[in-house]
């Protein structure tokens, strides 16, 4: 298992290291930049503009500065928001997101699961054949949409949670993580059904049943353990699309998390800012996909020298 | 092409018709969808020549939805064109050829794959600057992958069948057996992953637009309308639940149907 970590530990950060230096170059490609604004700044004005952001110097150079920054978690300035750095920005966003995406993930686990084994339990029947075309349309709804929409049910028409920021108390954590869990639960429910329609079908469960024992221990105990394998190995595309979910949900409502700073990032060329966070979701989501390879080992022991 | 008709099933027909609509409506509509009517500013539904009513700004809400509908449905339709041409080419030759290159060419796949491929798109929008053009391009490029994988599988095992090797064996060029044997024979299950790679674009066309980051005013899309109906969901709900409805619906007749197209033929 330890073995397995240090491989994984190995290639992630040459992993890393290429996406950063990738969208480095890639950002300084972009026609246009950060100080073009409605008026042309006058020469000398660009010319230090230039030369306080380190942008004159040669591109290997600049790419250097940045990386041995970035390893001490300095990120730079942001352009846009001219008093913060990328740092400061990320750390008041970054806790945020981490609560949305988690919170997120772990409701789409939990009514995922249940109902894909709701679902396989009463095979073929129409209860089966409801909760997969419920989940077929729960994958289909994009967070853009429900996100606005439940905005508009519980917060405008019956006042019932808040519509945007982020207020005392936890209630405007609510409609955030169901927009962004609701997709994701979908496609659980399935993978769910799916693997656990293969399992009962094999001999150990045949063994288990010829044996006696209750039907409720047959299905947890050894039923659903094998049957989530591919429940796991969804969890790293999965928190994938979180991230790109959180970035709506984020501006829908209103919360200053990593996926605000993103969009505004991105709109207004700050390179700095979109960097770090690009960054950052990559470290994000390299470290979930090792989690994730954590708990597929846990779950098929076969695995665990992979 | 009676085979083909009878296996086309409700969720296709229902967006069919809406793509049918979709093309009527701007013609014989009174307005078009970015004509301003000043005299009906936020008119409610049924109000005089506008169905449902008029936006913020006063331009006609059906006029725009059939517009963004079809603009929406074109970058999605052209996006999953190109994901089905790169996606076989890559597919076909990487099964087809196997070994080292079918590895390495996998390897390729399997790294994207592992790439938030949203923030690439909007990291080429940031570079690239925001059109059209870009959008599909960018989502055609990313969503070709399970495609490839897809085509691989199916090329593998029909490498194998009796009929491709005797082809081989009666010294027939690889370019008339990939062409004539093995393309028709993976047509079926090509299709399948079309329909479903369709709504995935859907879904990262609208995404784009609705940050401000994809299709640009004065052009419409769904996402658009959604962000738009969302800005302005205090005054006028229906500007959310229309374009937002509309979109729900294109999503899951074709999520729905494609997976069904998957299932008869894999």
Redesign the interface.
């Known amino acids: 298992m330890l073995a397995l970590v240090a491989r994984r530990l190995m290639t992630a950060i040459p992993t890393l290291l290429a996406i950063i230096l990738a969208s480095f170059f890639l950002m300084r490609l972009a026609p246009g930049g950060p100080f073009d604004g409605e008026r042309p700044l006058p020469p000398e004005t660009q010319a230090a503009l230039q030369t306080a952001y380190g942008l004159d110097k040669p591109l290997w150079e600049q790419a250097w500065i940045y990386i041995s920054r970035l390893v001490q978690g300095d990120f730079g300035p942001s352009l846009v928001y001219r008093d913060f750095t990328v740092s400061e920005l990320v750390a008041q966003g970054l806790p945020i997101s981490l609560t949305l995406g988690g919170l997120a993930i772990v409701l789409a686990l939990v009514i995922g699961i249940s109902a894909g084994l709701s679902a396989a339990v009463r095979a073929g029947k129409a209860a089966d054949k409801t909760i997969m075309m419920l989940a077929t349309v729960a994958t289909a709804l994009p967070t853009f949409v429900t996100g606005p929409a439940l905005a508009l049910l519980f917060g405008l028409w019956l006042g019932l949670l808040p519509v945007s920021g982020t207020g005392d108390g936890w209630s405007w954590l609510i409609m955030p993580v169901v927009a962004l869990a609701l997709p994701v639960s979908g496609a659980i429910a399935k993978l769910t059904r799916a693997g656990l329609a293969t399992v009962l079908k094999q001999d150990h469960i045949r063994t288990a049943r010829a044996r006696g024992l209750p039907e409720t221990k047959i299905l947890f105990k050894h039923g659903l353990r094998p049957a989530l394998v591919p429940v796991a190995s969804y969890l790293g595309p999965a928190a994938a699309g979180l991230l790109t979910g959180a970035v709506v949900v984020e501006t829908v409502f209103g919360l200053p998390g990593l996926g605000r700073y993103f969009v505004q990032g991105a709109l207004n060329r700050d390179y700095p800012l979109v960097l770090g966070v690009v960054t950052l979701y990559a470290a994000l989501i390299i470290l979930f996909n090792l989690f994730a390879d954590l708990i597929y080992g846990w779950l098929d022991p076969r695995m665990r020298d992979g | 092409m009676r085979r083909l008709l009878n296996r086309v099933h409700w969720p296709l027909w229902v967006v069919l018709v809406l793509i049918a609509l979709a093309l009527i409506l701007p013609a014989i509509l009174p307005w078009t969808y970015d004509q301003i009517d000043w005299e009906a500013v936020r008119a409610p539904a049924f109000s005089g020549s506008h169905i449902f009513g008029t936006d913020e700004i006063g331009r006609d809400r059906l006029a725009r939805l059939a517009a963004g509908t079809q603009v929406t449905l074109m970058v999605a339709i052209a996006a999953a064109l190109v994901s089905l041409v790169v996606g076989i080419a890559w597919g076909a030759t990487a099964g087809w050829v196997g070994g080292k290159v079918d590895e390495a060419m996998m390897r390729f796949v399997d790294a994207l794959?592992?790439?938030?491929?949203?923030?690439i798109v909007?990291?080429?929008?940031?570079?690239?600057?925001r059109s059209i053009l870009l959008v599909f391009i960018g989502i055609g490029l990313v969503e070709w992958l399970t495609m490839a994988r897809v085509v691989r599988g199916q090329v593998m095992a029909l490498k194998q069948r009796p009929f491709i090797l005797a082809a081989e064996a009666a010294g027939t060029p690889p370019r008339t057996i990939i062409l004539k044997h093995v393309l028709p024979n993976i047509a079926g299950v090509a299709l399948a992953y079309l329909m479903l790679t369709v709504?995935q674009v859907v879904?990262v066309e609208?995404?784009l637009s609705?940050?401000?980051?994809g299709v640009q005013e004065p052009l419409t899309s769904l996402?658009i309308l959604?962000?738009e109906?969302?800005d302005d969901?205090?005054m006028t709900?229906l500007g959310?639940?229309l374009p937002?409805g509309l979109?729900?619906i294109i999503?899951?007749c074709?999520?729905?149907e494609g997976?069904r197209l998957r299932d008869i033929f894999s």
């Open positions: 794959y592992a790439l938030p491929f949203m923030f909007i990291l080429l929008m940031v570079i690239f600057g709504p879904m609208s995404f609705f940050l401000g980051l996402g959604v962000k109906g969302a969901m205090d709900p959310l639940l937002g979109l729900v999503l899951v074709l999520t729905i997976e």
